[in-house]
């Protein structure tokens, strides 16, 4: 266990492991985020946010868009990547380039070389917003990683084992943080405490979270 996880000023570029192929890479977004910004602002006006249904009928907490050739979605009959948007009928908007490269910078530093999402699902956040325990495993390739972006109000991830009944360890996460899974660590459950008030000088009372994904089927 690492004891710095719970330092309250993670310092800019620092590599922390959560896990044994799981790293959060401290602030390696905050250079790009004019870019993922206006990236997120295009996103946004094509495919605009919507709270998602689950199967078991409830209406989620987070709200959430994707672009890339896939996008995830949920509703009465199941969870699934789907290449248009439901709400629309379109095709989702497309990776920007900046996502690409940060995404792919990323795996790279915490050793996955080559990642190339198909998918990217945005997650908005305010104040009380969480998100329960659960496993991403609607994804046909999982020896690639899942990269995520974290921008605008402080979290707190919740990094749990294999097993739902694993205690996860709490991480908190702030802006400009990305956070890397892989390997055997690409199943463990995890979670998002409910989101505390706040204001952040750029996204106000939000947190974005972009999670780069390879959806389909492996090359
Ligand atoms: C850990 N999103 O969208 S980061 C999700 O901050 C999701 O919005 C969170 O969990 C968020 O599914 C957490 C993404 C994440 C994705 C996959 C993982 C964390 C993971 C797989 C294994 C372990
Ligand atoms: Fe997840």
Not at 8 to 29: H, K, N, T, W, Y
């Amino acid at each position: 266990m690492n004891l710095d996880l719970f330092a309250p000023d993670a310092s800019p570029g620092g590599v922390e492991a959560i896990g044994p192929q799981s790293f959060v890479l401290r602030g390696l977004a905050l250079p790009c985020v004019p870019q993922l910004l206006a990236a997120l602002r295009g996103i946004e006006a094509a495919a605009p946010f919507r709270h998602l249904v689950t199967p078991g009928g409830f209406s989620m907490s987070v709200a959430t868009t994707n672009c890339g050739t896939l996008g995830w979605t949920s509703d009465r009959r199941g969870y699934r990547y789907t290449p248009h948007d439901p709400d629309t009928g379109r095709a989702w908007p497309a990776l920007p380039a900046v996502f690409l490269a940060l995404a792919a910078e990323a795996a790279a530093q915490a050793g996955f070389a080559g990642f190339a999402p198909d998918a990217c699902l945005v997650n908005r956040y305010r104040p009380g917003t969480k998100l329960s325990l659960h496993q991403d495993k609607d994804e046909q390739d999982y020896s690639a990683p899942i990269v995520s972006v974290s921008l605008g109000l402080p979290a707190v991830f919740q990094f749990g084992g294999l097993a739902r009944a694993d205690r996860p360890a709490r991480v908190p996460l702030q802006h400009g943080d990305v956070v890397v899974w892989g390997g055997v660590d690409r199943l463990r459950f995890h979670g998002v405490l409910p989101l505390k008030q706040g204001r952040h000088a750029l996204l106000g009372e939000e947190r974005i979270n972009f999670t780069f994904r390879k959806a389909g089927p492996p090359p």
